[in-house]
């Protein structure tokens, strides 16, 4: 339903990732001589119905506008100023005029719907995603149910690439141009939180216009697989992008302390054409992108039937993405496991344990509280178990000082404590329970061999997290002995015992010379 409202404006917001369609535009009335605009906002046509039923007869009959001066959102300074290259006002001066054309308030009078067609031109930027399917698109067909649901898989992939070009160009150009031109960060800081993210652009734009080409007249696809195959292996520049995200996220969660960066964000997912996304989702599409191609896959797989071109090729694309998702996962990995290392702070030389240095990647980490109810951030390295406070640092930013001595992973003793455990000893008493007997989501480790290590007692936030822990610990603990009881044998293998050798090379001796005296 669109409502004109005088004065005063009320929105409303529907879904969790879509924002409701606003149309700001001034409009003048010719009853005054003085004209006043008036700010028209467009509702659910079902909200007019209603509206309508249970307004007072007084207030439908009721057409005069009201006199109170509004300011037209054409003339007002809202974010859309921030984003065209024309004079900036200050940011302050930005969220007030934004303020002033979004009202929340939900006392204005209701006075006769308008015309959809009278809008004025819409927003460059998509307010709401197009749910349109392949079928909605052709008049008619004559194909299968399974070839039909062939083409929305391939539909699917085409409109995902065309929605995340228009995410990454919103970007740029909501979020870094306006912060650079604000000078909200420095251009060094928002190099590292966007990272190569303007080369992603034109790789999408070339699988799309790819795409594009192999519909026919008819709007089908028929052969895709050589396609995805010949542009897969163009996602290699994702190990670049991927891995720098680590350090971007803990930048951009460092800057969303300052008064200017949180209130800058903070109008911009308030904005309709975020969706309510805030910045890291939209620097988090391109990964979840990513992962979503073998998925894709496989569904065009099954659809795909006997003796289609796309029968031999699919699989190797698939195959060929798979490797890609993989690498990726695995650069990332070894960039998240450095990062975090440099960032860990010791308070003694002996807790550096050469098993931190040797690990190339995390299996996990995350918050979880000791039996003295302190919150500690809990890093499972893939040769190591350190424990640590987070802290802050003027240069380095988030820290991580490292709390009691780290346990090497092959030597840990893991022991799930069952929930509703008596609390016996005090180990559990009072931080964990809360003044209760029963304790919830705890698992202790320990270090065997090492008596001056005592164990740790650790709590999780709650049981999927425990589990999430334990199956973790497990499987690091399994693997780091394995690789211990490999290398303790490739050292052997290298530097056998002289005395084995002797005794080898006699055994061979002997067993040549009875063969020789036996042909004899």
Not at 3 to 31: C, F, N
Not at 120 to 144: I, M, Y
Request: glycine share 6%; with cysteine.
């Amino acid at each position: 339903m669109e409502v004109e409202e005088a004065g005063e404006t009320r929105t409303s917001w529907s879904g969790e990732m879509h924002s409701v369609l606003y149309d700001h535009a001034g409009k003048k009335r010719k009853q005054d001589p003085a004209p006043e605009p008036v700010i028209r906002i467009i509702e659910d046509e079902e909200e007019e119905e209603e509206d309508g039923g249970n307004m007072p007869e007084h207030m439908k009959d009721s057409e005069e506008p009201s006199n109170k001066r509004v300011k037209p959102v054409s003339k007002s300074n809202s974010l859309t100023g921030v984003i065209t290259p024309v004079k900036t006002p200050a940011l302050k001066r930005i969220g007030q005029s934004i303020s002033r054309s979004i009202s929340f308030r939900t006392d204005a009078r209701p006075l006769p719907p308008a015309s959809l067609r009278s809008r004025g031109k819409a927003s460059s930027f998509p307010r709401r995603r197009n749910s349109q399917c392949w079928s909605d698109t052709v008049e008619s067909h004559d194909l299968t149910a399974k070839e039909i649901k062939r083409q929305e898989v391939i539909y699917e992939l085409t409109q995902g690439e065309r929605q995340l070009i228009e995410d990454l160009s919103l970007v740029k150009k909501v979020y870094y141009e306006p912060m650079l031109k604000l000078d909200i960060m420095t251009e060094s800081e928002l190099g590292q939180i966007f990272g190569t993210l303007d080369s992603l652009i034109p790789l999408h734009e070339d699988l799309l216009e790819r795409l594009e080409r192999l519909r026919g007249s008819e709007k089908t696809v028929g052969e895709v697989g050589p396609t995805l195959l010949n542009w897969f292996p163009c996602l290699g520049a994702y190990v670049t992008y991927c891995c720098n995200q680590v350090g971007a996220k803990a930048l951009l969660d460092q800057k969303k302390h300052e008064k200017r960066v949180e209130h800058f964000l903070r109008l911009c997912q308030e904005s309709s054409f975020s969706r309510k996304l805030d910045l890291w989702n939209f620097l988090d599409l391109p990964r979840s992108r990513l992962v979503k191609y073998p998925l894709l896959l496989k569904e065009i797989q099954k659809c795909t039937p006997p003796e289609h071109p796309d029968e031999d090729t699919i699989p190797e694309a698939l195959d060929t993405i798979h490797n890609i998702v993989a690498e990726v996962n695995k650069k990332t990995g070894e960039a998240e496991c450095q990062f975090y290392r440099r960032g860990l702070v010791y308070l003694e030389d002996s807790q550096r344990i050469s098993e931190i240095q040797q690990s190339r990647f995390l299996y996990c980490h995350g918050e979880l509280k000791n039996n003295k109810g302190q919150r500690l951030h809990v890093f499972l390295f893939e040769l190591a178990l350190v424990l640590t406070r987070p802290g802050e640092d003027r240069d380095l930013g988030q820290v991580f000082h490292v709390y009691r001595q780290p346990l090497p992973n092959a030597l840990i003793n893991l022991e799930e404590i069952p929930d509703g455990e008596a609390a016996g000893g005090g180990t559990f008493r009072g931080a964990f329970t809360g003044g209760n007997d029963k304790v919830k989501n705890c698992f202790r480790v320990s270090s065997r061999g090492r008596s001056k290590v005592n164990p740790y007692c650790l709590q999780a936030n709650d049981s999927f997290s425990k589990q999430q822990w334990i199956t973790c610990l497990r499987q690091a603990i399994v693997q780091s002995r394995d690789r211990t009881a490999q290398t303790s044998q490739s050292q052997l293998s290298l530097h056998p015992d002289p005395a084995l050798c002797h005794i080898a090379s006699l055994s061979l001796s002997s067993d040549a010379e009875m063969a020789d005296h036996t042909c004899r």
